[in-house]
């Protein structure tokens, strides 16, 4: 089974407008005309239209942090698929640990983001992993499974293959501690196990799954190495188009 390898840069509540355009424009020169990695950026809403305009015609697709299930309506602060949709967004976010973390993101308000996100067109990367708490307890396994049953709750295969997983510990996030590459490997074995019992193997050995937590250019090739290790979602060295280059195209 080749899964093609994806890496995904969440700027998160990083980058004003010029500060965009200015890294939109280096991970474009330094990767844009990459053709066996897929690639995209993720930055904040209000700089995905001036990022579009960069990634337009490169191999750089553009994404989005979050999305609200609505299609409108009275949601103050919330933005739609529509609206992402008409920037020329075709990926998002969903599920990150901070939202889940900080805003109140649960299991259901994943599953109903991913469902409105495919019913629209957009493809959702969804975000799991657990605390360092949860795996020092012995709950990993309980933890992830639960978070993967509950964002695909009640969804039909086909449109479970048009999402990308990211298998992001929550203690390896923004830590400089990554997860060793068995511990990463394992994990996603893990995902591709629970989704082979909702669905079939094939759904779990196409869908592609990717580590986030704290990915960087040293330690990239041997994460990427491994077996069921399909790509990254990259954080804070996505800010930097040549630490972002490096793991697109490790050493
Ligand atoms: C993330 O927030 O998705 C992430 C992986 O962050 P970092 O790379 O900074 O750990």
């Known amino acids: 089974?080749?899964?093609?390898?994806?890496?995904?840069?969440?700027?998160?509540?990083?980058?004003?407008?010029?500060?965009?355009?200015?890294?939109?424009?280096?991970?474009?020169?330094?990767?844009?005309?990459?053709?066996?990695?897929?690639?995209?950026?993720?930055?904040?809403?209000?700089?995905?239209?001036?990022?579009?305009?960069?990634?337009?015609?490169?191999?750089?697709?553009?994404?989005?942090?979050?999305?609200?299930?609505?299609?409108?309506?009275?949601?103050?602060?919330?933005?739609?698929?529509?609206?992402?949709?008409?920037?020329?967004?075709?990926?998002?976010?969903?599920?990150?640990?901070?939202?889940?973390?900080?805003?109140?993101?649960?299991?259901?308000?994943?599953?109903?983001?991913?469902?409105?996100?495919?019913?629209?067109?957009?493809?959702?990367?969804?975000?799991?992993?657990?605390?360092?708490?949860?795996?020092?307890?012995?709950?990993m396994e309980t933890v992830v499974e639960r978070q993967v049953r509950g964002a695909f709750a009640g969804m039909a295969a086909a449109d479970v293959f048009k999402c990308v997983v990211a298998y992001e510990p929550v203690w390896a996030i923004g830590t400089g501690v990554n997860a060793t590459a068995q511990q990463a490997n394992d994990a996603h074995i893990f995902i591709r196990k629970i989704l082979a019992d909702m669905y079939d193997d094939d759904l779990a050995q196409t869908i592609v799954i990717q580590y986030g937590g704290s990915m960087k250019p040293a330690n990239a090739k041997e994460l990427l190495g491994q077996s069921d290790v399909d790509g990254g979602l990259i954080g804070g060295a996505s800010l930097k188009a040549a630490d972002f280059a490096g793991i697109v195209t490790p050493a």
């Not at 990459?34 to 950026?41: G, L």
């Not at 990022?51 to 602060?77: C, M, P, R, S």
């Open 1 to 139: 089974m080749s899964r093609r390898t994806f890496i995904a840069g969440n700027w998160k509540m990083n980058t004003t407008i010029d500060e965009a355009v200015d890294l939109a424009k280096g991970v474009v020169a330094a990767v844009g005309s990459v053709t066996d990695v897929d690639v995209a950026v993720c930055p904040p809403y209000t700089n995905l239209s001036a990022v579009a305009e960069i990634v337009k015609d490169t191999n750089v697709k553009l994404g989005a942090q979050d999305v609200h299930w609505e299609e409108k309506g009275a949601y103050t602060g919330k933005i739609s698929c529509a609206m992402l949709k008409a920037l020329g967004v075709e990926l998002v976010i969903v599920g990150h640990s901070e939202q889940r973390t900080y805003f109140g993101e649960t299991d259901e308000t994943v599953n109903k983001k991913v469902a409105a996100a495919i019913a629209a067109g957009l493809g959702p990367i969804v975000c799991v992993g657990e605390t360092l708490d949860e795996r020092n307890g012995g709950n």
